[in-house]
């Protein structure tokens, strides 16, 4: 039997892919965190389903239920907020797995900073403005950043910076971006991205933790800070300009 590794996306049910769901709705034990994915969802999982909330299990717990579902013959499906590719503590499961030799599949979704990009109505690349995006966190009461990855390293970059798990630190964070960023750079702050609840706060790093302190906002949100947030005078990209030689592309090499 299989482990399947489900990215149940950033809050909204019909978010997560149609494999994940395909999978959800056969798979006869669900490992999920409570307070990150909505009831409705699972509500695909088939009747008689064991459905087994992690919240309060350690690592060794949630993995001694994938082990004993694999020895009953059961496939698991392990449900992530967002996309497991990033802040999903899969790698460390995925390792003990390994070890015990229980198979596997990862099954990739929808991560929460695309659906906060969506809900800004933005895109976090734009020409002349900004092609770099970094996914980071800060250290606070969690695992120590590598050496290299504090703020002040990455924030000399200038690149479109997205915080996760770092909302209740605002004030702190914005001073110390301000420094490479700026003052009046731009921010924003999207709680429960996609979800019904969802909070979007805009500002800049000079008064944007005055706005995240007054919603209330203390988790479930990213912080985006960069230039692209409010660029409107960029050029096209090359994409799609009319200068680009599209027929190059479709002749062969050699062809007259």
Not at 33 to 59: E, F, H, I, K, M
Not at 138 to 166: C, F, I, K, N, W
Not at 187 to 198: F, I, K
């Amino acid at each position: 039997m299989t482990v399947y590794f489900i990215g149940a996306g950033p809050g909204a049910a019909d978010l997560i892919t149609v494999r994940g769901q395909r999978i959800l709705a056969r798979a006869r034990v669900c490992l999920y965190a409570g307070s990150l994915v909505p009831d409705d969802l699972l509500a695909v999982c088939p009747p008689g389903a064991r459905l087994v909330d992690t919240a309060d299990l350690n690592l060794d717990e949630i993995v001694a239920q994938m082990t004993s579902a694999h020895a009953a013959g059961e496939d698991v499906a392990r449900l992530c907020s967002g996309d497991p590719a990033v802040f999903s503590a899969v790698a460390e499961q995925v390792r003990r797995l390994d070890a015990a030799g229980v198979p596997y599949e990862i099954v990739p979704g929808v991560p929460s900073y695309a659906a906060a990009a969506a809900s800004l109505g933005r895109e976090l690349t734009v020409p002349t403005v900004g092609q770099t995006v970094i996914l980071t966190r800060t250290q606070a009461r969690s695992t120590p950043m590598p050496a290299g990855e504090d703020l002040a390293e990455l924030g000399r970059s200038r690149a479109t910076l997205v915080l996760h798990l770092a909302v209740a630190r605002t004030r702190e964070l914005a001073a110390q971006l301000a420094v490479h960023y700026g003052k009046d750079c731009p921010v924003a702050v999207v709680a429960n991205a996609s979800r019904p609840n969802e909070v979007i706060l805009r500002g800049t790093l000079a008064d944007i933790a005055d706005a995240v302190e007054q919603a209330g906002v203390r988790r479930t949100a990213v912080i985006i800070v960069g230039q692209v947030l409010a660029a409107d005078a960029f050029p096209d990209s090359y994409l799609y300009s009319p200068d680009r030689d599209r027929a190059a592309k479709r002749r062969r090499p050699g062809a007259h």
